[in-house]
């Protein structure tokens, strides 16, 4: 087998061994489902409140506070599909904090040599040094698979940086997620949720780099010999773009595509004093039916104010005290959705060959993980997710200020790469 091959299916061997972190919605220590029983219940779930909006045809959806973690609203929230690049808030939640953004890092061919074909890029040139800022700008604004990729060969390489984040997701007790590939490629058995993306995404934001980036609209980026070439976020809420207006207070997160994916998109804005969060999975048609779907869902939200209650909640993660998910691995919780579409091959898992290269690593990198997150001191709450805890209060305690300052292999299409243009 050529060096090549062998680098391309290490993208898989985290199947040997994490599925325990992967598992469908395990039960909690109560009997429950992770968050809240309501939440694996079929249909739109919401309490207290005026009725839903129309015509949301996404396949998955959830909308919750952010400081307290109530789960407002939601629709099939465990099920496991194709996250495209929102999977990426996992990898940025996983290697963020590891470079500081003012190290510098010349990129070589071998650290661009997965990337693969049809991949949503940046630009970035081997030979060209760039900035960890620059490299993180490439990931939220331009959603660049060459961009992960460097970050994760400066991380160890693929095989390390998937099974990290494996063991970060165990950790957030996001457990519908199987990590494949870092970049949210369309890869058989890479799924996750509307529930897990908004896990990720609501501890992202507790980072001022994460929240930083997320929210920037526009960067100059390295073209080689001192030009730079403007590179604009493909957030369409966050830059009103492609027919749409900003949304009023969006703070960004992420969006994704794949042409086996269909859109996906986990945001969170910000207004009255309060913050909410919501991910939007696999709408029926059209570019822009993600970001409408996103944008009356949270217009739906604010306008509630206190009248919505709780049909659950965000867990906190083990390392901060979360409680533990119980329950026998791969058990799937009554009314939860299983892998549809493109990730139907998902449980059936890579092919032997893939599963034992690199399965030593998963192991002693997750063996550690484990032992980590069993050290946790106390129990700050119930995953079953009671309404009644405090949602907003005072300015800069349940708000998130400001930051300042469509993604494949043919015939899979991800975001359009934009190389080359504006340049100056």
Known sequence: MSPHLSRRSLLALTAAVPMAAAAPPAAADTGTVIGGDRLARPGAQALGATALPARLTA??????????????????????????????????????????????????????????????????????????????????????????????????????????????????????????????????????????????????????????????????????????????????????????????????????????????????????????????MHPAAGANAVYEESAALLDWGFAQGGAARAVGALVDPLSEGGARAAGPVGQRAAGSGGPTGASVAADAGPSTGRLLEGAGLTAALLAGGVWALRRRARTRRAATGAAGTARGGPAGSGVLGRPVGPEGRAPVAQEPDTRGRHRR
Not at 135 to 141: C, D, R
Not at 208 to 213: I, L, M, Q, S, T
Not at 220 to 234: C, H, L, M, S, V
Request: net charge neutral; with cysteine; glycine share 10%.
């Open 59 to 280: 396949r998955a959806w959830l909308l919750a506070d952010w400081e307290s973690g109530e789960v407002l609203a939601a629709y099939r929230a465990h099920d496991r599909l194709a996250p495209a690049s929102t999977l990426k808030m996992l990898f940025a939640d996983t290697v963020l904090a590891k470079f500081p953004r003012t190290d510098r890092h010349t990129v070589t061919a071998a650290d661009l040599a997965d990337v693969p074909e049809g991949s949503s890029l940046v630009g970035i040139q081997p030979g060209t040094t760039y900035t960890v800022e620059q490299l993180w700008q490439g990931v939220f604004l331009r959603s660049g698979n060459d961009a992960v990729h460097v970050l994760a060969a400066m991380n160890g390489g693929i095989a390390k940086t998937v099974a990290e984040m494996q063991a970060r997701a165990a950790d957030l007790q996001a457990l519908d997620t199987h990590v494949v590939s870092p970049d949210g490629y369309d890869h058989p058995g890479q799924v996750s949720s509307a529930y897990d993306l908004t896990l990720f995404a609501r501890h992202g934001l507790k980072n001022a780099d994460f929240r930083g980036y997320c929210g920037t609209r526009t960067a100059d980026f390295p073209a080689g010999r001192k030009e730079t070439f403007q590179i604009q976020n493909t957030d369409r809420l966050l830059t009103g773009s492609w027919g749409l207006r900003t949304y009023d207070g969006m703070i960004g997160v992420k969006n994704g595509y794949t042409s086996q994916a269909g859109n996906t998109f986990t945001g969170a804005a910000v207004r009255g004093g309060r913050t909410l969060l919501v991910t939007v």
